[in-house]
């Protein structure tokens, strides 16, 4: 009984192992090696505009309602110190080091990244992976990189526009409705941002986000099963997957950046 | 230049510890249409993924064109490809492109061919096999046997020296399935291409081929051109010819004895 479980415990670390191994490969195959500028280019593009243009709506939307409550929230805290000249300063850290870029990541990751790994799933339920390899055609350069470098691309960028849409949401609730001043509201803002410490490491935070998100996206993509049953459970895996990967991660990197 | 385009020597092949293929031989011949017949599961598939260099066999040669596959170097092995192709039992169009974008592919990724010389060899491709007015459509639009003959057309646009067609019959209608078998003669003989058709179906392979091979149990059981074959005295070959539900190959998959099962139960 316990022989069995522990059979089966050794079973499943020899599985993830092999599974990272090979999405090792993978990634290995998609991204080393010469660029094809001349195909690569309008391939990435198009990828772009899959990945990152039709995200932008979600992000949109997220930033500025969570800019919102921010100020919302914040203000009814600082207003008790009489500190609400400090509302600018909370909404743009809080957004810039910790929810512009893991919001960011978890949209994307139910937005794009479980997209991905269903359409790359389909192309190889489908054979046209299978087919593309027996044209001479490798699917990991053709397929495969260009969706990583576009991910890898707009992710950050996104969560740059999700934190800028963030702080205007702030600025709407906090000194539209609430009646902060203006001038502090951005002046406190100004003095208390780093762009090193704050503006920098939330751009470093949401790069490996999207390396890590993109990376899953595709990887369980690539290795579904090739059935509907397959790729039902790989598209929910990537979204599982990647938000504890990224959850997991931003602790780690918080505590690496602001946390000595 | 040799009169053989494919040879396969002694090849061994197994999933897992499940033996596939075991010390078999077959050979191509330039030129030909040549068929492999073989019951569902046995391997077919498997068997032109392997000439393709998909997969490795665990021992034997598979000499394509004078090269021995499984060992070519993966720069080698693209390289061979380009001149062979493979049309899949679903086709496998790339979903998001249209007909013409479909069967330009190849070349777009493979010559350097101007845009208006890809069009030109597009059309010649899509017209020989009845779709050049169906260019503007997209896969999903097609039904089952013009996707396949979209495909088709995608499979000889670079011209290959080799076509393997994996099951191109299953699922056709009737009126489809004449229009492929004719494709597949006289698209052999007007482009001088070598083409290996993978397929159960006794009736249309046997009215097209040059040369069968029927694989049984991990081998070639039976060979030579359709007369030959018609009059093979092995009773497994023309158990398989004549459609015989049981016989030499059981219909049952290996069981313990009905009666000592119906037992168990009522113990
Ligand atoms: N990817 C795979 N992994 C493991 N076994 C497979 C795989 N593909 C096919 N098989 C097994 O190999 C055998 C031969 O398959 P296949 O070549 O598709 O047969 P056929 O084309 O003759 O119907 C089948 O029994 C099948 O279950
Ligand atoms: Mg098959």
């Known amino acids: 009984m316990i022989a069995n479980k522990l059979q089966l415990i050794g079973q499943q670390a020899l599985n993830s192992v092999s599974g990272f191994g090979r999405a090792g490969l993978m990634l290995f195959g998609a991204i080393v090696g010469k660029p094809n500028i001349r195909k690569g280019l309008p391939l990435l593009i198009k990828q772009l505009y899959v990945i990152g243009v039709l995200s932008l709506?979600?992000?949109?939307?997220?930033?500025?309602?969570?800019?919102?409550?921010?100020?919302?929230?914040?203000?009814?805290?600082?207003?008790?110190?009489?500190?609400?000249?400090?509302?600018?300063?909370?909404?743009?850290?809080?957004l810039l080091r910790e929810l512009g870029p893991v919001v960011t990541a978890l949209l994307f990751a139910?937005?794009?990244?479980?997209?991905?790994?269903?359409?790359?799933?389909?192309?190889?339920?489908?054979?046209?992976?299978?087919?593309?390899?027996m044209m001479a055609v490798d699917p990991l350069r053709r397929i495969i990189a260009p969706r990583f470098w576009?991910?890898?691309i707009a992710m950050p960028l996104l969560a740059l526009i999700f934190n800028a849409v963030g702080i205007l949401g702030g600025h709407l609730v906090g000194v539209e409705w609430l009646g902060v001043d203006a001038g502090s509201y951005w002046s406190a803002m100004q003095a208390n941002v780093d762009l090193y410490q704050d503006v920098l490491n939330g751009v470093i935070k949401s790069m490996v986000f999207a390396l890590i998100v993109i990376w899953i996206a595709l990887h369980k993509g690539f290795d579904a099963i090739p059935t509907s049953e397959g790729i039902s459970r790989a598209t929910t895996q990537t979204v599982v997957t990647a938000s504890l990967a990224v959850l997991g991660f931003d602790f780690v990197l918080t505590a690496l950046m602001f946390g000595g | 230049m040799s009169d053989v385009l494919v040879d396969i020597q002694n090849l061994s092949f197994s999933r897992g510890d499940r033996p596939i293929y075991r010390d078999m031989n077959m050979q191509v011949i330039r030129g030909k249409v040549t068929a492999i017949m073989g019951p569902s599961g046995i391997g077919k598939t498997t068997l032109l993924r392997l000439?393709?260099?998909?997969?490795?066999?665990?021992?034997?040669?598979?000499?394509?064109?004078?090269?021995?596959?499984?060992?070519?170097?993966?720069?080698?092995?693209?390289?061979?490809?380009?001149?062979?192709?493979?049309?899949?039992?679903?086709?496998?169009?790339?979903?998001?492109?249209?007909?013409?974008?479909?069967?330009?592919?190849?070349?777009?990724?493979?010559?350097?061919?101007?845009e208006a010389l890809i069009r030109l060899v597009v059309l010649m491709k899509l017209e020989s096999v009845g779709l050049r007015g169906a260019r503007d459509l997209m896969?999903?639009?097609?039904?089952?046997?013009?996707?396949?003959?979209?495909?088709?057309?995608?499979?000889?646009?670079?011209?290959?020296?080799?076509?393997?067609?994996?099951?191109?019959?299953?699922?056709?209608?009737p009126i489809s399935m004449g229009v492929i078998v004719r494709l597949i003669r006289e698209l052999n003989n007007a482009l001088g291409l070598t083409s290996v058709v993978v397929s159960h179906d006794v009736t249309e392979v046997m009215s097209i081929a040059d040369y069968v091979y029927v694989v049984a149990d991990k081998t070639v059981i039976g060979q030579g051109t359709p007369e030959q074959l018609r009059a093979d005295p092995s009773p497994l070959v023309q158990q398989f010819l004549k459609g015989e539900a049981d016989g030499a190959v059981p219909f049952h998959y290996k069981a313990a004895a009905y009666e000592d099962e119906l037992m168990e139960l009522t113990k």
Request: glycine content about 12%; overall charge negative; aromatic content about 6%.
């Open chain 1, 110 to 133: 139910g937005r794009a990244g479980s997209a991905l790994t269903a359409e790359i799933g389909l192309m190889k339920a489908t054979e046209q992976l299978s087919g593309m390899e």
């Open chain 2, 139 to 173: 896969p999903a639009e097609l039904s089952g046997g013009m996707a396949r003959r979209a495909a088709l057309a995608r499979a000889i646009a670079l011209d290959p020296e080799l076509i393997m067609y994996d099951e191109p019959f299953a699922g056709q209608d």
């Open chain 1, 57 to 94: 709506m979600i992000i949109l939307v997220s930033g500025l309602f969570i800019g919102m409550v921010l100020a919302l929230q914040g203000y009814t805290v600082l207003v008790k110190f009489g500190a609400e000249g400090m509302l600018g300063p909370l909404v743009s850290l809080s």
């Open chain 2, 51 to 114: 000439i393709g260099g998909q997969l490795k066999p665990d021992s034997g040669k598979i000499v394509f064109d004078g090269l021995n596959i499984p060992t070519l170097s993966r720069a080698e092995l693209y390289q061979a490809r380009k001149k062979m192709s493979m049309l899949f039992q679903s086709g496998a169009l790339f979903t998001e492109m249209s007909v013409f974008d479909n069967v330009a592919f190849p070349l777009r990724e493979h010559t350097r061919l101007p």
């Open chain 1, 150 to 152: 576009a991910g890898v």
